[in-house]
């Protein structure tokens, strides 16, 4: 029987997900993107060598591992065609290996000028959003107006969609926002030759993948974005516009949800995020600066600067019990190397009375002031170790709290960028 992990990161994104999956490939058949869309910027660094992806899954470097693009997933296809020639042109077979389904919405020109424009409008009470267009594209989806990537190959009936979508967004880029219109006679075009380019992908994700799983084959089920942008359970309103918590794994590739083994956990040794919103735990002195400058947490994506704080095990605990996580892995540990002392926040203090436990959204959480213990840190350098045992006494200390404070065991710590700078505790996909 193959076994199935889903992989989530249960902050607010950029946890070093892509690396985790692309280092637990070696075990599987297979990789699935469940949501998101090309908000997403997942680092892999294999012997120097840095990849960005954006929609293509992180299994795309280990030769012979399929990659699929499950229903949840939006689909914007220059992106994909501009990433996919990107990985050919160094010399990566991925056409022969990716598989689309048929069910993801379409990022249309539309959606990314309606995004940009929201942002303006709202001014001081923008989200921050990637401005790719996915908030957007979701709405086309749950509206039933959308594309779909198996649309594409019926000219016709996407011919005559694009009309109806043309009048309507452009009534409201043009008439409510004063933004430009899209030209839908070239979109029409382009509409076709991207039909010709993605059109040998375009298939049955689902019913691959129910295939697959019978057969025995192994999965992993890689998130995007993170458990506190979620669009139920995150920083309301400011979160993304997908489910990314572990649930979504089953509806956004279509298997059943009983297949999966473990959930497993991305965390940072510290908090970042990128955009706008609550954030509990965050630094704006030196100590802030440095996590910044020594974790280079600027967005894969967009290259915006990440804020920093410390380690919020309330948000986290919550992330992992809202989402069934069964294992965690904590990335950037070296970041935190030569630090005198490490602050964690284990409880939220609201109208002077401690709470282990509160509502994620942005009103709940406007209220919450952090209360933090401190531990001390560690002098010796962390960066590339392999074994706990290396590690030093306050590194191994500082991460035995974090997984009380949490309540889920840490299975896999990360010392470094590269897939080989990681200490494997526990592989998922070992039996
Ligand atoms: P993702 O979106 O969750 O895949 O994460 P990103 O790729 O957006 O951001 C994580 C960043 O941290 C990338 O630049 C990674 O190369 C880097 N990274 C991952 N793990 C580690 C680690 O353990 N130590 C250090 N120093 N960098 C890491
Ligand atoms: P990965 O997969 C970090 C954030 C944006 C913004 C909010 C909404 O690399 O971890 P959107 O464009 O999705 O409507 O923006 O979500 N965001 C991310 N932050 N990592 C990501 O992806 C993100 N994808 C979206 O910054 O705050
Ligand atoms: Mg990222």
């Given at each position: 029987m193959g076994r199935h992990v889903v992989i989530l990161g249960v902050q607010w994104g950029d946890e070093g997900k892509g690396k985790i999956v692309d280092l637990l490939t070696d075990r599987a058949d297979g990789v699935v993107r469940f949501q998101g869309g090309h908000n997403a910027g997942h680092t892999l660094v294999i012997e120097g060598q840095k990849t960005v992806l954006h929609l293509?899954?992180?299994?795309?470097?280990?030769?012979?591992i399929h990659c699929y693009i499950g229903n949840g997933v939006v689909v914007a296809p220059d992106a994909l065609l501009a990433e996919i020639n990107q990985l050919e042109a160094a010399g990566i077979d991925v056409t022969s290996r990716l598989h689309l389904s048929a069910g993801c919405p379409v990022v249309l020109p539309f959606h990314s000028a309606l995004d940009q424009a929201r942002e303006v409008k709202r001014g001081g009470q923008a989200i921050g959003t990637t401005g790719r267009g996915i908030g957007p594209a979701y709405e086309d989806k749950v509206a039933r107006r959308g594309l779909r990537l198996g649309d594409l190959l019926r000219a016709n009936l996407c011919a005559e969609r694009l009309d109806v979508l043309g009048e309507y967004h452009n009534f409201m880029l043009t008439s409510y926002y004063d933004a430009a219109p899209v030209d839908v006679g070239a979109l029409k075009e382009n509409v076709i030759e991207w039909a010709e380019a993605l059109g040998p992908m375009i298939g049955d994700v689902a019913g691959a993948l129910g295939a697959k799983v019978t057969e025995g084959q192994s999965f992993l089920f890689e998130g995007a974005q993170g458990a506190l942008l979620d669009i139920d359970h995150g920083t309301y309103p400011f979160v993304?516009?997908?489910?990314?918590?572990?649930g979504n794994a089953s509806v956004g590739s279509g298997v059943g949800p009983a297949i999966f083994d473990t959930v497993l956990g991305i965390v940072k040794a510290y908090t970042t995020r990128v955009g706008n919103g609550p954030f509990p735990t965050e630094l704006f002195d030196d100590v802030g600066a440095r996590l910044a400058d020594k974790g280079q947490e600027f967005g894969a994506t967009t290259g915006r600067p990440r804020r920093c704080g410390w380690f919020d095990a309330v948000s986290v605990r919550r992330a992992c019990r809202l989402n069934g996580i069964n294992s965690l892995c904590v990335t950037k540990l070296d970041v935190l190397d030569g630090l005198d002392e490490i602050k964690i926040c284990h409880a939220y203090r609201i109208d002077g009375e401690e709470i282990?436990?509160?509502?994620?959204d942005a009103a709940a959480l406007e209220a919450v002031e952090p209360v933090y213990e401190s531990v001390p840190g560690w002098h010796e350098s962390t960066v590339g170790h392999r074994e706990v045992a290396a590690l030093p006494g306050a590194a191994r200390s500082y991460l035995e709290r974090l997984s009380e404070l949490v309540g889920v065991p840490i299975d896999i710590v990360s010392t470094g960028p590269g897939r080989d700078e990681t200490i494997v505790r526990r592989h998922p996909l070992k039996g």
């Open positions: 293509v899954p992180s299994g795309i470097l280990r030769p012979n993304t516009s997908s489910n990314t918590g572990a282990e436990n509160s509502l994620m």
